[in-house]
């Protein structure tokens, strides 16, 4: 276990030895992914991997955990490796950062009605975020929207987060505004 982690759980056994257990506290799971990255997320959410290059971990409710990206009414987020990133792009080009992450050439499902598509539009925000100590992740939030196949409307939007490490060539992607993953990823380690 890293000495990180180690100083955290014991700064956090001290904290629950001199206060009560908040309600929404909740035990931690390590995910180690490639780079020797290694996350720690709650032990409720369940890890699928794929392939090597694609893993889900699914937060909430979903009919279709093993679904391939794209598969709607799922609450996950994906991790992704460089086989996913060549061809995360429209047109199954390599991704770069500058597009959103879109491995189709046609309108996908909404991530959260399976009666609608998705139009995943212009970039809301750019910049970096921590992702453990020493690590920097490009990180980009893109404007999205479902809309019917009948005649175009927009149903509902949400923002598409996208943290991109190149130099390891990790790519997480999250339709859902996952509760936690952004702190998940801040405090990762780095083996």
């Known amino acids: 276990m890293p000495k ?3 100083a955290v759980a014991a700064v956090a056994a001290a904290t629950l030895l001199a ?12 995910l180690k992914l490639r780079g020797g990255l290694t996350l720690y ?3 409720k959410w369940k890890v699928y991997r794929l392939s090597s290059d694609w893993i889900r971990v699914v937060t909430g409710k979903c009919a279709k955990p093993k679904g391939g990206y794209g598969t709607p009414e799922c609450d996950s987020f994906w991790v992704l490796g460089p ?16 597009k959103p ?3 189709a050439t046609d309108v996908q499902l909404c991530p ?14 750019k910049g970096l975020r921590q992702v453990g100590p020493g690590h ?27 943290w991109y490490l ?16 952004a702190d998940a990823l801040k405090h990762a380690d780095w083996n």
């Open 112 to 125: 959260h009605n399976h009666k609608w598509g998705q139009v995943v539009g212009s970039a809301r925000a």
């Open 101 to 103: 992450f879109y491995p």
């Open 41 to 43: 997320i709650p032990i």
């Open 166 to 181: 190149p130099k390891t060539k990790i790519l997480v992607v999250d339709v859902w505004n996952t509760p936690g993953l």
């Open 136 to 162: 920097k992740a490009a990180y980009s939030e893109w404007k999205a929207r479902c809309i019917s196949y009948s005649g175009g409307q927009t149903k509902s939007r949400y923002v598409q987060r996208e």
């Open 4 to 6: 990180r982690y180690l």
């Open 19 to 30: 206060a009560p257990l908040p309600a929404n506290a909740a035990p931690a799971q390590p």
């Open 83 to 98: 086989k996913a990133i060549k061809e995360g792009n429209e047109l199954f080009q390599p991704y770069t950062g500058k």
